[in-house]
């Protein structure tokens, strides 16, 4: 998909409040856990050794911004990846800090000591 450019207001208004939603580092594991499996808000927390307040709130900005679906049992909530698009995103942002870090450890390593 190639993207409008210059980029309409309301688009660029999408793409940034994407950005912000994987801004948290709590999000980014949460995303990370899910990966591979449906989870209950309970065991979420309990894997990232968090509150269950606190994991709500990150997971209804995650279901807001259209990454996560939440899927109700009783009075449970389960949430799953709904937008696989998000791992391509996250796997492009680790590359590029793969070469940040390479170009970095490069200029450290071959710089004379003073």
Do not use: W
Not at 39 to 60: P, W
Request: charged share 25%.
């Amino acid at each position: 998909m190639t993207l409008p450019h210059p980029l309409p207001d309301e688009l660029a208004a999408l793409i940034a409040r994407r950005f912000r939603a994987l801004g948290e580092p709590m999000r980014v594991r949460i995303l990370d856990l899910l990966r591979d499996e449906e989870l209950s808000v309970a065991a979420l927390a309990e894997r990232l050794g968090a509150g269950q307040q606190n994991v709500s709130k990150h997971l209804a900005v995650l279901v807001d911004a259209g990454m996560l679906a939440r899927r109700k049992e009783g009075t449970h909530a389960y949430y799953r990846i709904a937008d696989e698009g998000v791992f391509a995103l996250c796997e492009q942002v680790c590359g590029s800090l793969q070469e940040q870090l390479a170009a970095l450890n490069e200029l450290i390593g071959g710089a004379p000591v003073a």
